[in-house]
């Protein structure tokens, strides 16, 4: 029997089925941001068993980032919002001579013989020092696969009357139906081997 005067008792026997409610609501009602990160092909783990091939230097499109984020395109200092369009006019260039097995029937750049030879042989590659900053790097790279996406963009709309992304995006949609899986699988490899994506990252510098 409770003594006389002294304060309730508070009933603590549900608390812990509250927490416990509390606790799934939480965790169903709360969103987790991801981090997306950047979509790149690693090499082979053997080694590789035959010579890699020449590359021509006119085919090679290089990009430095020094520690204060500044871009050294083609031994150019260069503002990124150019950097685009430069690589742009490099990818697209198409400079082989016309009836040789590298001609580009396609490409609608300048065709200057001292730039690519074609798409397929054009590589970006870009160098970036120890203390550059990552948003100056994400921002570097975005414009670079941008370049390639407006090139795609451009000759999905003239082979079958839209952007390449959204091809790649109902490609990659899991309600997509197989059959038309299908059809857009063999687009989008169409599209990529029009203008793959060959970009290079050398080695950070680490010189002070």
């Known amino acids: 029997m409770p003594r006389r005067g002294a304060p309730p ?3 603590a026997g549900s608390m812990a089925d509250i927490a416990f409610l509390l606790l799934i609501f939480f965790l169903v009602t709360t969103t987790i941001e991801t981090d997306a990160g950047l979509d790149r092909m690693l090499p082979p783990i053997e080694p590789p068993t035959e010579e890699p091939p020449v590359i021509k230097q006119k085919n090679i499109f290089t990009v430095n980032i020094n520690r204060n984020g500044q871009l050294l395109v083609e031994e150019e200092i260069t503002d990124i919002k150019q950097l685009r369009e430069k690589a742009i006019a490099f990818l697209d260039n198409g400079g082989a001579p ?12 300048k065709r200057n013989a001292e730039s690519s030879d074609n798409p397929d042989k054009a590589i970006i590659s870009l160098k970036n020092d120890r203390e550059t900053k990552y948003s100056t790097y994400i921002t570097v790279q975005n ?57 290079s990252e050398a080695e950070a510098d680490t010189s002070n």
């Open 9 to 11: 008792e508070v009933n």
């Open 98 to 109: 016309s009836g040789s097995p590298e001609f580009c029937s396609y490409c609608k750049g």
């Open 143 to 199: 414009e670079l696969v941008g370049a390639y996406n407006d090139l795609r963009n451009r000759e999905a709309q003239r082979l079958y009357g839209r952007d390449f992304t959204g091809i790649e995006a109902d490609y990659l949609d899991p309600e997509t139906s197989s059959s038309l899986k299908d059809d857009l699988k063999e687009k989008v490899r169409r599209i990529q081997e029009l203008f793959p994506q060959k970009l």
